[in-house]
Structures are given as structure tokens and as C-alpha cells.
């Protein structure tokens, strides 16, 4: 069975400091994908990371991931307000006609 | 990337009935899957929606509870049946571009509210 462990599941930090998410998983793909999702709304995709050692970046989040090691990461840097929002990782499974297994989602809060 | 059109919004339904929530995608995908999103938690695939054949269904979701119905490659379509407040949560399809690499698109939800 296809495991996608994200931490931390909640977060909270100050505005204008750096944190990273963690995603683990247990299948052997190459393929990784990040999502946003805000109260009420749907998932806006943020990254898709499509080999190992692929790093990707927009404004002031970046993520990469190793798939020797079946991790990704997303770094926050200078958190604003803007990024409160509850972020997924996603590995698509072959075993389900390429459907994504999501992590449990990091609930970030960020604060002034 | 595909742009999905789902529908309805959110719904308030009684015990026992029955809503379809449909989802219209503009170009023809191959793969669409139907998740489910219960309050506060991740997101769980009910199932595959398979064009010309009958979906396929995830461990703990069954065709009887959970129809859906996939009559062509822009189209899909999957029904509550006998509600119950359990059933109450966010229903979203996906789809798919013409490999992974595309990336998975999602449809905006249907919040489902059983009283």
C-alpha cells in the first residue's frame, strides 16, 4: 500500500521566518506533486516535480525532491499573511490508474 | 491544462435521497477520478471513471453507494445514493493531461451537507 507521511501537520510561525515541510513516501515513483488549498476552495497546484534531484521555485516557496531517499520538501522562506493555507503532497499510483495518494496536509498558520 | 467545470457548488440534502455531482471537463482526458474530502481531513480517491466501461472503485467504496457514470472523454458523473450525515464532506473530481507530467487538474468541489 502507497504511504505519503507529511510533517508537520500543523505549523504555526512568525511572519518573515523560514520553515520546511516534509514529505515522505513509500512507492518507488518519480513523480511528486505540491498543493495549496485555502478554506472552502478547491486544490491550485503549486509544483510538479518530475525526477530526482528536480527543485522548483516560485516566489518564496521551493520544493525538491530526492527519490533515492522517497522524500520531498517544501521550503517557506520569509513567510508572509498570504501563505496561511493547508499544503498537500501528492505521489500519483500506478496501482490506481495513476490517481494521486495525498500526504494528510501541514495546516499553516502564519502570523505577525 | 484542462479547465473542469463541477457542479453543484454545495448542497444541503436530506437523509436517505440521493445527489449526482457532475464535472465537465473542456477537452477530452483520458483519466478522471472522483475524491472525497471529509471535514478537516486529506483527500481520498473513491474512484477511477473509466470511459465505455464501469469505474473502478477504491477499498471501502462500493458501486452501489458510490455510481458513477463516464459516457464520453469530457464527462463524468458520480451519485451519493441514501445519504446519510457520514456522507457529508467536500467531493472532488480530477483529471488528468496526457501523461502525469502534465500535472492533475481539480474540479472546484461540491461541499456536501447531510441533515
Known amino acids: 500500500e502507497l504511504k505519503v507521511e507529511q510533517n508537520p501537520l500543523f505549523l504555526s510561525m512568525q511572519e518573515g521566518k523560514n520553515y520546511t515541510i516534509y514529505c515522505n513516501y513509500s512507492?518507488?515513483?518519480?513523480?511528486l506533486y505540491w498543493y495549496r488549498q485555502d478554506p472552502g476552495k478547491s486544490l491550485e497546484s503549486l509544483f510538479v516535480?518530475?525526477?530526482?534531484?528536480a527543485v522548483k521555485q516560485e516566489g518564496r516557496l521551493m520544493a525538491s525532491l530526492d527519490t533515492k531517499a522517497r522524500l520531498s520538501t517544501l521550503h517557506i522562506t520569509a513567510a508572509v499573511h498570504d501563505l496561511s493555507a493547508t499544503y498537500f503532497c501528492?505521489?500519483?499510483?500506478?496501482?490506481?490508474?495513476?490517481?494521486?495518494?495525498f500526504g494528510k496536509g501541514t495546516s499553516l498558520l502564519v502570523t505577525p | 491544462s484542462a479547465v473542469i467545470s463541477q457542479k453543484p457548488s454545495r448542497d444541503i440534502c436530506q437523509r436517505g435521497t440521493s445527489l449526482t455531482i457532475q464535472c465537465q471537463v473542456d477537452?477530452?482526458?483520458?483519466?478522471m477520478f472522483w475524491y472525497r474530502q471529509q471535514p478537516g481531513q486529506s483527500l481520498t480517491l473513491i474512484a477511477t471513471?473509466?470511459?465505455?466501461?464501469?469505474?473502478?472503485?477504491e477499498s471501502g467504496f462500493v458501486i452501489d453507494k458510490f455510481p458513477i457514470s463516464r459516457p464520453n472523454l469530457t464527462f463524468s458523473t458520480l451519485t451519493v445514493s441514501n445519504m446519510s450525515p457520514e456522507d457529508s464532506s467536500i467531493y472532488l473530481c480530477?483529471?488528468?493531461?496526457?501523461?502525469?507530467?502534465?500535472?492533475?487538474?481539480f474540479g472546484s468541489g461540491t461541499r456536501l451537507t447531510v441533515v
Open positions: 477537452s477530452q482526458v483520458t483519466m
Open positions: 480530477s483529471v488528468v493531461g496526457a501523461t502525469p507530467v502534465y500535472g492533475y487538474t
Open positions: 501528492a505521489v500519483d499510483n500506478s496501482n490506481s490508474g495513476y490517481a494521486l495518494n
Open positions: 471513471a473509466n470511459q465505455g466501461s464501469e469505474a473502478t472503485y
Open positions: 512507492t518507488t515513483s518519480d513523480r
Open positions: 516535480l518530475l525526477s530526482n534531484g
